[in-house]
């Protein structure tokens, strides 16, 4: 749902499409030559949609096309908005990209060996990305499935106790990189998969994994 009440809407088929408030049809984004992956909108209302067709696309708010961010190799699995308005792309192709607010581009981010799965950018402007490594199937009975930080920073965490085939990996890395995309750091000690991350007010990072363990 955009300010203004309009409804923004993304499919398989390749498009998007504008709608008023009631559901009146507008416009119909064309472009994009595989399913849409997802859509963020900038600050000052400009559509940005990514696709598994490895690229994405600006479009200005009425959905007039206006830029094509050209460059991964792989399906886009997410974006992130910076605070100064950079856009930072990840994908299947085991990268990052930082592109500029009107889509030029700026850095390549490297250093992973598989697919990213996730990306949170930290107060201070850093940018925090892992990937998964060493594809393997297991089934496990253990696994911590979901972090919550409650508002007293107590540290909940929940597990299944069912046993499931569970599509897992060897061990999964997490990278640190300065806000212009350096290499800063690799953080390693996990033995599974890496399920997600969340970062704590005061800026200490807390993952957690099927290794059944939180660092």
């Known amino acids: 749902i955009l300010d203004d009440g309009r409804i923004l809407s993304y499919s398989d088929d390749k498009t998007l499409r504008l709608w008023d408030e009631d559901g009146k049809f507008l416009e119909l ?22 696709s598994y067709d490895s690229t994405l696309r ?10 094509e961010l050209k460059g991964h190799s792989g399906s886009i699995s997410g974006v992130k908005i910076l ?5 930072l792309s990840y994908s299947g192709d085991n990268t990052l990209r ?5 889509g030029k581009f700026l850095e390549l981010l490297e250093g992973h060996s ?42 909940l965490s929940s597990s299944s106790d069912k046993t499931f085939e569970y599509p ?6 997490l990278n640190l990189w300065d806000n212009n995309g350096k290499f800063l750091e690799e953080l390693k000690g996990h033995s599974g998969s890496i399920s997600g991350v969340k970062i704590l007010d005061d800026g200490r990072i807390l993952s957690y994994s099927d290794d059944k363990t939180l660092r």
């Open 29 to 50: 984004l064309e472009g994009h030559s595989d399913s849409i992956s997802g859509v963020k909108i900038l600050d000052d209302g400009r559509i940005l949609s990514y």
């Open 58 to 67: 600006l479009w200005d708010k009425n959905g007039k096309f206006l830029e």
């Open 83 to 87: 605070k100064d308005g950079r856009i």
């Open 98 to 102: 930082l592109w500029d607010n009107n």
């Open 114 to 155: 598989d697919s990213i799965n996730g990306v949170e950018i930290l107060d201070d402007g850093r940018i925090l990305s892992y990937s998964i490594e060493n594809i393997f199937e297991y089934s496990d009975d253990d696994m911590i499935n979901e972090v919550e930080i409650l508002d007293n920073e107590i540290i």
């Open 168 to 173: 897992d990996y060897d061990f999964l890395n």
